[in-house]
Every structure is written in C-alpha cells, then in structure tokens.
C-alpha cells in the first residue's frame, strides 16, 4: 500500500521529467537524422577535404563516450564564454553522437543501392543531386528505418544521462525525489515501470 501511494504522490513530477525526456530524445534523432545524412553524403559523394572531415567526425564522435561529449558541451563551452542551457547542451549532445551513428547507417543504406540505378538516372540525363535527391535518397530512407528505431531506442536509454549536467530528465526527478523521500529502491521500481 505505501508502494502505491509513492507512486501516486510522485507521479506528477515523474511525467514531467517522462516529457522531457521524450522532447529531448524527439529533438535529438530529428538533429541526428539531418546532420547524419549530410554526413554520409559528403563520406560518399563528396571530394577531398569534405570525404576527410565527415570521416573524421564519424570517427571521434562514434570514439568517444557520450558523456565526455556532453561535458565538453555543457562545461567546457562554459568556459570559454560559450554558455548553454542544459536543454540545448543535452539536445546537442545527444544530437550529433546520434549522427555519427546515423551516418554510418545511411552510408551502409547508400552503398547497398544498386550503383546501376545511378549509372542509369546519369544516363537519362539526370544530374547528379537530382540523381540523390529522387533515386538515392527515397531508397536509403526505407533501407535505414530498422536502424533508425534502434537508435531511438539508444538514445531514448542514453537521455538519462542528461542528468548529470542539470537537466531535468525522469532520472533527475527520481533521484529527487528519492533525496527527499530516501526510497531510492522504490522510486527506481517505480521510474522502470
């Protein structure tokens, strides 16, 4: 019964950090998508310079742990007269580690494409960003949406640690809550619920 009433009692902050955590997560794969698109293209199609940087980008992001990367962004920032909310530093954080990753998935969709289709459109005079934009990309969309709900899932897991620079996530509200009540076992059962 006393299960029940902290659940009942601590339900309104919980689903204020669950809409939080669900904006977060939302705005971050929308970043990750945009950004990690661009990326592959430029990994495939671009020259030089640009081939070099999103390589490299892929590399470090997908290198590094996330939680280095959201202290870099909330705190090292900070620092150098950069300030951010801790909305918009998770937001960033979580945004584009998720499109190092997502890139990876869009180029493995991009090279899965029969390069035949686009010797083709070239053929049939087609230029080569309307040969991405109507043939390349319609058909990586659909190849990448089996990665695309794995990654809503990591990233939706990987919000929790927005917490530690002060945004307040369902894990901020349960430890909170938790300080308060010290039922840390319970809150926990009741946030996994």
Aim: charged fraction near 10%; charge should be positive.
């Amino acid at each position: 019964m006393e299960f029940l009433e902290l659940a009942i009692t601590a339900m309104p902050q919980l689903l204020m950090g669950l809409k939080n955590t669900l904006a977060l997560t939302a705005l971050a794969i929308v970043l990750g998508i945009v950004l990690g698109l661009i990326l592959a293209l430029s990994k495939v199609y671009g020259h030089g310079p640009l081939r070099w940087l999103a390589a490299a980008y892929i590399g470090l992001l997908r290198g590094t742990p996330l939680l280095t990367q959201l202290f870099i962004i909330y705190f090292g920032l900070s620092s150098i007269g950069i300030v951010l909310s801790p909305f918009t530093a998770a937001i960033l954080g979580l945004g584009l580690n998720s499109a190092a990753f997502q890139a990876e998935y869009f180029h493995g969709s991009i090279l899965a494409i029969n390069p035949g289709q686009i010797t083709g459109a070239i053929a049939l005079g087609m230029g080569r960003l309307k040969t991405i934009k109507c043939i390349v990309i319609p058909q990586v969309v659909r190849l990448v949406i089996p990665s695309w709900s794995n990654e809503l899932i990591s990233l939706l897991k990987f919000s929790s640690l927005a917490y530690l620079i002060q945004f307040p996530e369902l894990l901020f509200q349960t430890k909170f809550i938790a300080s308060k009540n010290y039922r840390m076992f319970e809150m926990s059962i009741i946030t996994g619920i």
